[in-house]
């Protein structure tokens, strides 16, 4: 056993470390397209202080250090580009607190969103969190590292923003928190001290998030979506806009895609609806798809397809096998909800180019402040040719987001290229110092958001 | 969704050992992206064929995951590169019928003394199977079965040393030969001496009969000794009438619960007793956590020796359920969960019975 391999076992267990071939293999690629690159060893510890001692160590034989969560980015975050030491963060999955009067939960850094859905629904049946569509498995840590969103987006903005504190072990190995919880012991607010949180969004090259805590909300006893479909990509700003007026609805979404081809060319729009009573549901309804779209169907623009009760999760994740072979990635980025005709277009234009039925979904965060529109693409993973594809077209999509004035979402190593090479020179030189400041051997997640 | 409910998953917590990381570790190695090794051996062979992710798994080639294993494990059967343990079980169940390695001609040892008689075209030919016949701890429990049989009228016969492995195990191991070779003798056997009902009491001898003998021309009526019992508590034949002052949950096993949709008999009998209370353990019916015993690992033992083995969790789940007795209906989850109990220092708090012995002490049964 060489000596990496040794001090690993004595700070987890023999079990929990690996440089065999087969975590190797495993851990070496994502589900998107992204090229596999092998971990030189692979970790899974239990606790922040097994944390704390692999970073010394990894410090200390300066070698790099990938944190991995659920491995949903499906953009190649956690693909250990340099090798390395990979750190499986799942086996820290406690469930820390519920408090359910301030409405927050503290979790250990491994807590997928399937298991706080059905711990809340059993424990605490009047509280939820704003659910991403990712696949059940991805972690609640991993989708605020990357600004993700869910199903509360529309009435409470980017998952991000509901942090209420941070547990993070620095890269040297220290524990630091944020929030609240950095005064006292409780977790109930991330203010109002001086922000100094530079962990979200920087893939773990600035230091891994051990414990968080995050804001939950009122789980209404009624649930549904709503259906609204227009055949004119023109009209759906103004009718998101006119949706996010009420300010009733927790998830509005836009959508298009080629199949099933019926609906090839029309647009979509999902209206989550939640409600305590019949009553209040009825009225909700009334003044949604009546007061606010009834214009639309009496011009004869578009038509209002029903409610379903009940919501089904996850959803996004639905068109990853139109290509069968299991492989799909998508392009996010955050735009103006006005730029949602265009995106629309150009999506299917490239969507085209490469024989890909087009996909192309727009999630409205906050009260119509902004969109998260994403272009996906579906692959084989047992047919190069349709990866490549693939790649080519994320790539363009890339180039579309920036040229668009959008800002790509959670973006692979190409899009972080193009980031940096428009970020404000002083913009791009703080992230310089920060990440010296914080990781002076430049160990943590090597490759990412590289600042030259 | 709890990835815990994977029991390779649950003991080691690396994505090699979880569905979908088994599954990409067999296309690479048959794509030979990777190299055979007793390691790959070892995570392909930890599966117990639970069928968990096949029940949580939304995609839909869900439910040939199960299959997808065992066409990978015969592949490696075939390349003739088995882990050690692996290789000495199914060893074991060709030279003696039994994966113990014990003798053929022991096989009814545990016969003396309850005056138990040979089938002789009685309605019922109760196959007993390997974990029965030789495991010390699962005899008491086929006992209280037999007893309780021949106080309530029930016409049964074994085959005692007749008797032969059922194959359930070495179909699940990936070793079509052996299996289709016992498969045939068994149905020879059963077919010479008049068989056309079978009561089995191990859940696994139960699936293969019912689900894969028929391939092979053997079409008998196989019931579970737990379906034959609420039938007889339903039809007033069995009045169990002795208190027993007990806080009871339930394990599914697997190959009664995902594999056979049988969850409701268990139940029912422990609701019929009287002074039972019957609670559930968190993971319940089709999302039970299973013992860790299933695909031969109750014998080649993958997942043992750790807190995070799958009995050893499950039983600090009944624990956590309230429950002073943890029921169960399969002699190898019996062994295994008793096992657990001892590790886990549960013995002055929650022991392990079958049903037939929970029955047994209701009806006065000795």
């Known amino acids: 056993m060489d000596n990496i391999l040794r001090s690993l076992a004595d700070i987890v267990d023999e079990t929990h470390v690996s440089n065999r071939q087969e975590e190797l293999f495993i851990y070496s690629f994502d589900l998107g397209t992204a090229e596999p690159r092998r971990p030189d060893y692979v970790v899974s510890p239990e606790s922040v202080e097994q944390i704390q001692a692999i970073l010394r160590l990894a410090n200390r034989n300066k070698i790099p250090v990938v944190p991995l969560g659920g491995g949903l980015s499906l953009a190649g975050l956690a693909v250990p580009l340099k090798g390395g030491i990979l750190i499986d963060l799942k086996r820290m999955d406690r469930i820390i607190e519920v408090n359910e009067k301030s409405r927050y939960a503290v979790l250990e850094c491994g807590v997928s969103q399937a298991q706080l859905t059905s711990y809340l629904e059993k424990h605490h049946p009047q509280l939820t969190h704003s659910e991403p569509g990712a696949p059940p498995t991805a972690t609640i840590a991993g989708n605020l590292m990357i600004h993700g969103q869910g199903d509360l987006a529309q009435p409470y903005g980017f998952n991000s923003d509901l942090i209420n504190g941070l547990e993070v072990v620095l890269p040297t190995g220290e524990i630091c928190r944020l929030g609240s919880c950095a005064v006292g012991s409780e977790w109930f607010t991330n203010h109002p001290l001086p922000d100094i949180n530079v962990f979200l969004g920087w893939y773990g090259t600035t230091g891994i998030i051990t414990k968080l805590s995050m804001r939950l909300f009122p789980a209404k006893r009624i649930r549904g979506t709503g259906q609204f479909v227009v055949d004119n990509e023109e009209l759906v700003p103004e009718i998101l806009f006119k949706l996010t007026h009420t300010q009733m609805a927790e998830d509005i979404i836009a959508y298009s895609r080629a199949i099933p081809p019926f609906s090839d060319g029309l647009q979509h729009i999902t209206v989550n609806i939640a409600a305590d009573t019949e009553k209040e549901l009825e009225w909700k309804q009334e003044v949604l798809w009546d007061d606010t779209l009834g214009e639309y169907i009496r011009n004869g623009d578009g038509a209002y397809l029903g409610f379903t009760m009940g919501l089904e999760r996850p959803q996004i994740s639905k068109t990853s096998d139109y290509k069968k072979g299991g492989g799909f990635e998508y392009v996010g980025s955050i735009m103006p909800i006005e730029k949602y005709p265009d995106c629309y277009r150009i999506g299917r234009k490239i969507s085209e180019k490469h024989n890909i039925p087009y996909t192309v979904t727009g999630r409205c965060v906050g009260v119509g402040h902004s969109m998260m529109f994403a272009w996906t693409y579906a692959f084989n993973r047992a047919e190069p040719d349709t990866i490549r594809h693939a790649k080519e077209a994320l790539h363009e999509t890339d180039d579309i987001v920036v040229e668009l004035g959008g800002v790509i979402w959670k973006p692979g190593i190409y899009g972080q290229k193009l980031i940096m090479e428009r970020l404000d020179p002083a913009t791009r030189e703080l992230m310089k110092k920060i990440k010296k400041l914080l990781d002076p051997n430049g160990i943590m997640n090597p490759g990412n958001w590289d600042v030259k | ?366």
């Not at chain 2, 001609?105 to 075209?121: H, I, L, P, S």
């Not at chain 2, 339903?234 to 009871?248: G, M």
């Not at chain 2, 429950?323 to 169960?328: E, F, K, P």
């Open chain 2, 1 to 366: 969704m709890d990835v815990n409910n994977c029991p390779p998953y649950a003991r080691f917590r690396m994505e090699t050992f979880s569905c979908g990381g088994r599954l990409w570790l067999t296309r690479a190695w048959l794509n030979t992206q990777i190299e055979w090794s007793e390691h790959l051996a070892e995570i392909l062979y930890s599966c117990t064929t639970c069928r968990n992710c096949e029940i949580k798994c939304p995609l839909r080639f869900n439910v040939d995951i199960v299959n997808m294993v065992v066409a990978a494990r015969s592949e490696m059967v075939e390349s003739g590169r088995l882990p050690s343990a692996v290789k000495l079980f199914l060893e074991n169940v060709e030279l003696q019928g039994n994966p113990y390695g014990s003798s053929r001609t022991k096989r009814d040892a545990w016969v003396k003394g309850c005056e138990v008689d040979y089938f002789k075209r009685q309605e019922y030919l109760l196959y007993v199977g390997c974990t029965a016949s030789y495991d010390t701890r699962a005899q008491k429990s086929i006992i209280a079965l037999t007893k309780l049989f021949q106080k309530f009228g029930i016409s049964f016969g074994i085959l005692g040393v007749q008797e032969n492995c059922d194959g359930n195990e070495v179909h699940k191991l990936g070793e079509e030969g052996l299996f289709e070779t016992l498969a045939e003798k068994n149905i020879a056997l059963f077919k010479k001496l008049g068989v056309s009902k079978i009561i089995t009491f191990s859940p696994h001898a139960f699936n293969i009969f019912k689900n894969h003998y028929p391939q092979y021309g053997g079409n008998f009526n196989v019931f579970h000794y737990t379906q034959i019992l609420v039938d007889l508590i339903k039809n007033k034949n069995i009045i169990p009438d002795s208190r027993l002052q007990a806080k009871i949950c339930f394990h599914d096993p697997c190959y009664l619960g995902r594999w056979n949709n049988e969850y409701e008999a268990p139940r029912e009998i422990i609701k019929n007793i009287p002074g039972v209370e019957l609670v559930e353990m968190e993971k319940n019916r089709e999302s039970a956590l299973c013992c860790g015993g299933g695909a031969g690992n109750f014998q080649i033992d993958l997942l043992g020796g750790s807190k995070d083995s799958p009995s050893r969790r499950r039983v600090r789940e009944a624990k956590a359920s309230g429950a002073n007795v943890l029921a169960v209906a399969c002699p190898k989850c019996l062994v295994m969960l008793e096992d657990a109990i001892k590790s886990e220092e549960l013995e002055h708090t929650l022991e392990v019975k079958d049903i037939s012995e929970i029955l047994a002490e209701s009806c006065n049964v000795d």
